[in-house]
């Protein structure tokens, strides 16, 4: 992804695209977590319970920082699909049970739990697919506007459909299965001046403050058509792509491992709803107009933030991340024996650069290009571009 505010060209297909599938994820989200018709018949609470999520979240971020994930592996996209999928029917059955049991409901409450953190986290992914800024701020305008469409679109169908719909939402998720998001070029650690950076931190923080205040207030589904914009309020929902907004451009602009990083804000978010929803229930609730206000401050907040630090992000952070990256690729080389031409060609093939771009940057002839290249296979006891590749992935550090 192009991440500087330069004017580019909209790709209106792509934009279109991923705003429906983000608004169709978005809106069961939201149809799923909190009051709703679909919710009323078999939850009275239907807040995701406080202390889950963030174990659940604490656990992602562990379990996918350590398999050192860039992407979602296709095989856990479709399982986490199907399982919400399924989730999502078992709840809508269980009044119709003859039998029903308090382990039986604690089960379904606890898989949706699971079910929509990895929702959030695709719901990301699907995100960070659009080729620049500009496709991607099409694309969350778009699915601002779907998901009223759709969400009125509910409201207007008979109850069966709209059970069904919701039920089949989550189905979504396996479009684009088989075209992931663009990989990292990232092969060694990030340094510690760009990990504990503002615009890492930034984004969590920003994350937390808004699950903070979604929790705070009485967040609900519209349940008639005058309802629509009203439940939830507007400001909540931008609040939420602004937050999307500066994750995913953080990613690409420092080239974070995705995956990685996306579960950590979202672990921020999951947190800051943990904190409202406990405060709620040990303290008074908040007016509707104060929790306005808090969005409001939030939304502003963000995007003082973002462009404040965009310059930054792409800039001075992106370089010190790529010198990072640099010294890292020399240190393996020069242990594996390469001389100082050799690793200034295998940092260019770690590119995905051709023999041919090679020779051209480096100023020499095709044939001493291909040389040097037979040479670190040779020295290393790889033989194609992927073994390089996974060769410095397995050698540089954590």
Not at 43 to 67: E, F
Not at 97 to 126: D, G, K, N, Q, Y
Not at 163 to 168: F, M, R, S, V
């Amino acid at each position: 992804m192009q991440i500087n505010l330069k004017a580019h060209r909209v790709n209106r297909k792509q934009a279109a695209q991923i705003a429906l599938l983000d608004a169709i994820i978005w809106l069961w989200l939201h149809q799923i977590n909190y009051d709703s018709l679909f919710t009323v018949s078999f939850i009275d609470s239907v807040a995701t319970p406080a202390i889950p999520g963030p174990l659940i979240g604490i656990a992602l971020v562990i379990g996918i920082g350590r398999a050192r994930w860039d992407r979602i592996p296709k095989a856990i996209r479709i399982g986490g699909a199907l399982a919400a999928t399924f989730t999502t029917l078992g709840l809508a059955l269980e009044p119709h049970m003859p039998i029903s049991s308090a382990t039986l409901h604690a089960t379904l409450i606890l898989s949706l739990t699971v079910a929509c953190t990895f929702a959030a986290l695709l719901r990301l992914e699907t995100l960070a697919k659009c080729d620049d800024f500009s496709t991607l701020s099409v694309a969350l305008s778009g699915s601002l506007l779907l998901f009223y469409l759709l969400n009125l679109g509910l409201l207007l169908v008979p109850r069966a459909v709209y059970d069904a719909c919701i039920i089949a939402a989550p189905l979504v998720m396996l479009a684009g299965a088989n075209n992931p998001a663009p990989s990292s070029t990232r092969l060694g650690p990030l340094p510690k001046k760009v990990r504990l950076s503002s615009p890492i931190v930034v984004p969590c923080l920003v994350g937390l403050a808004t699950g903070l205040v979604v929790a705070l207030g009485t967040v609900s589904m519209a349940t008639s058509p005058s309802e629509l914009f009203t439940r939830p309020a507007p400001l909540f929902l931008i609040s939420q792509l602004l937050f999307l907004l500066l994750g995913i451009i953080t990613a690409f602009g420092l080239d974070l491992r995705k995956a990685t990083y996306f579960a950590l804000i979202n672990l921020c978010w999951g947190l800051g709803i943990a904190i409202g929803l406990i405060g709620r229930e040990h303290f008074i609730p908040l007016p509707d107009p104060i929790l306005v206000d808090l969005s409001s401050f939030v939304c502003l907040l963000t995007l003082v933030g973002f462009f404040a630090f965009s310059g930054i992000w792409v800039n001075t952070l992106g370089r010190a991340a790529s010198m990072s990256r640099e010294s890292a690729v020399e240190d393996v080389a020069r242990k594996a024996g390469l001389t100082k031409r050799e690793t200034e060609v295998a940092s260019l093939l770690l590119e995905g650069r051709s023999l041919r771009i090679v020779q051209q940057e480096l100023f020499i002839s095709e044939g001493t290009a291909r040389t040097h290249a037979k040479r670190i296979y040779a020295k290393l006891g790889i033989h194609s571009k992927q073994e390089l590749i996974d060769y410095f992935k397995q050698n540089l550090p954590h």
